[in-house]
């Protein structure tokens, strides 16, 4: 129940191109959704978040769609560039946050120049 | 502000050895979290602190591993005796009172041999 399923497990995009990153999620309780980004020798970073209230958010050139009765939610990443180049984890949490985060397995992207 | 600090940043042990890693929360931050990242993998949690207080921690080997936080301020995690299954990235992560997101530090790589 408190799994976080990701994929792809590693994704090559050229630049300019959309990243997608799906993830889907058991627990209905899970009331936030955040990503996070991780370059080597880094911690994770926070990237974008969403409560479930929405269905889509938008940061820049970073998008969260969320379907709340599909229980999967995606980073969209528009105009991919080299240096998004990263390991991107979604994670969810209850409590709006308050609880700790479990983790997905993590998306290797790759924006070839 | 500055970030979460994390100590040391590489560890080799051998087996059966005893290890202990710090961190030092970002000011004012009363939740911590340790995580433990295996490599390849999202992080997985391994114990939550509010203050000094436990609010989470079913994960934790509790057999090898423990975990204090004096004065609800830095943090240390120990584990005794290592196994070559304990090799990962130990991440800390905190969040201040009012506000879902993490901030992680860069964490320790733990290699045990």
């Known amino acids: 129940q408190q799994q976080v399923k990701q994929s792809p497990q590693s994704l090559i995009v050229q630049k300019g191109g959309i990243s997608i990153i799906n993830c889907a999620y058991e627990?209905?309780?899970?009331?936030?959704f955040p990503w996070y980004q991780q370059f080597p020798g880094k911690g994770p970073a926070l990237l974008i978040a969403i409560r479930p209230d929405v269905s889509e958010k938008k940061e820049g050139r970073f998008t969260i769609s969320f379907n709340k009765s599909a229980k999967q939610f995606s980073l969209h990443i528009m105009d991919s560039q080299p240096g998004d180049s990263a390991t991107y984890f979604c994670a969810a949490s209850l409590g709006t946050g308050r609880r700790a985060l479990t983790f997905g397995s993590g998306t290797r992207l790759q924006v070839q120049p | 502000e500055a970030g979460v600090a994390q100590s040391p940043r590489y560890k080799i042990i051998e087996k059966r050895q005893s290890v202990a890693f710090w961190c030092n929360p970002i000011s004012g931050h009363a939740t911590l979290y340790w995580y433990q990242q295996i490599l390849g993998q999202g992080p997985k949690l391994l114990i939550q602190?509010?203050?000094?207080?436990?609010?989470?921690d079913s994960q934790l080997p509790k057999d090898r591993f423990s975990a204090e936080r004096l004065k609800g301020v830095d943090s240390t995690l120990k584990i005794q005796p290592a196994k070559l299954e304990d090799s990962a990235v130990y991440l800390c992560?905190?969040?201040?009172?009012?506000?879902?997101?993490?901030?992680f530090g860069s964490g320790t790589r733990l290699t045990v041999v």
């Open positions: 602190f509010q203050n000094n207080g436990v609010v989470d």
């Open positions: 627990n209905t309780a899970f009331d936030y």
């Open positions: 992560a905190s969040r201040s009172q009012g506000a879902p997101g993490y901030t």
